[in-house]
C-alpha cells in the first residue's frame, strides 16, 4: 500500500511541474504526453465516489453546473453519479482504465462522552490508462 501511495506522489509531482504558471479551471489540465493518464478514484461509505485528476475544487464544483467537455470531465460526471464503488470501478473498466493499486485511509474526530464522534473512511483506486 505504501508503494502505491509513493507511486502516485511521484506521478503528482512530476505532472505538477508543467502546469506551473498556467492558469484556468479546467477538470484536465494538460500534464504532458507520456504513454499512460492517471486518476484516483475516491470512495466513501454512504458518499459515493468521485474521480480525482488533480483538479481543484472550483474546477470540480463548476463541473457540476455545465456540461462535460472532455472524456476526463464525462467519466466524472458519471462516476459521481453512480452510488458504489463497484459500479464505478465497472464502468471506468468499460473505459479503458485499469487498477493498479489501491490504499485505505480513515480520520477521526470526537467530543467528550456526551459529545460527537465521526469517523471519515475511504478507498482510494490508482488507475491508469493508455493516452490516445
Not at 484516483?40 to 457540476?64: C, P, W, Y
Given at each position: 500500500?505504501?508503494?502505491?501511495?509513493?507511486?502516485?506522489?511521484?506521478?503528482?509531482?512530476?505532472?505538477?511541474?508543467?502546469?506551473?504558471?498556467?492558469?484556468?479551471?479546467?477538470?484536465?489540465?494538460?500534464?504532458?504526453?507520456?504513454?499512460?493518464?492517471?486518476?484516483?478514484?475516491?470512495?466513501?461509505?454512504?458518499?459515493?465516489?468521485?474521480?480525482?485528476?488533480?483538479?481543484?475544487?472550483?474546477?470540480?464544483?463548476?463541473?457540476?453546473?455545465?456540461?462535460?467537455?472532455?472524456?476526463?470531465?464525462?467519466?466524472?460526471?458519471?462516476?459521481?453519479?453512480?452510488?458504489?464503488?463497484?459500479?464505478a470501478l465497472n464502468y471506468l473498466s468499460s473505459r479503458g482504465w485499469e487498477c493498479l493499486g489501491l490504499s485505505s485511509?480513515?480520520?477521526?474526530?470526537?467530543?467528550?462522552?456526551?459529545?460527537?464522534?465521526?469517523?471519515?473512511?475511504?478507498?482510494?483506486?490508482?488507475?491508469?490508462?493508455?493516452?490516445?
Amino acid at each position: 500500500m505504501r508503494l502505491v501511495r509513493r507511486v502516485f506522489i511521484c506521478l503528482a509531482v512530476a505532472s505538477a511541474f508543467p502546469a506551473l504558471g498556467q492558469q484556468g479551471t479546467s477538470i484536465a489540465p494538460q500534464l504532458g504526453s507520456g504513454q499512460y493518464e492517471y486518476v484516483l478514484l475516491v470512495a466513501t461509505k454512504g458518499s459515493g465516489a468521485i474521480l480525482d485528476f488533480g483538479q481543484s475544487r472550483e474546477a470540480e464544483k463548476d463541473l457540476e453546473k455545465r456540461a462535460p467537455t472532455t472524456e476526463q470531465e464525462v467519466d466524472a460526471q458519471a462516476v459521481r453519479k453512480l452510488d458504489h464503488a463497484v459500479l464505478a470501478l465497472n464502468y471506468l473498466s468499460s473505459r479503458g482504465w485499469e487498477c493498479l493499486g489501491l490504499s485505505s485511509r480513515q480520520q477521526s474526530s470526537g467530543s467528550t462522552s456526551s459529545g460527537s464522534f465521526s469517523i471519515y473512511s475511504a478507498t482510494e483506486y490508482l488507475l491508469r490508462r493508455r493516452r490516445p
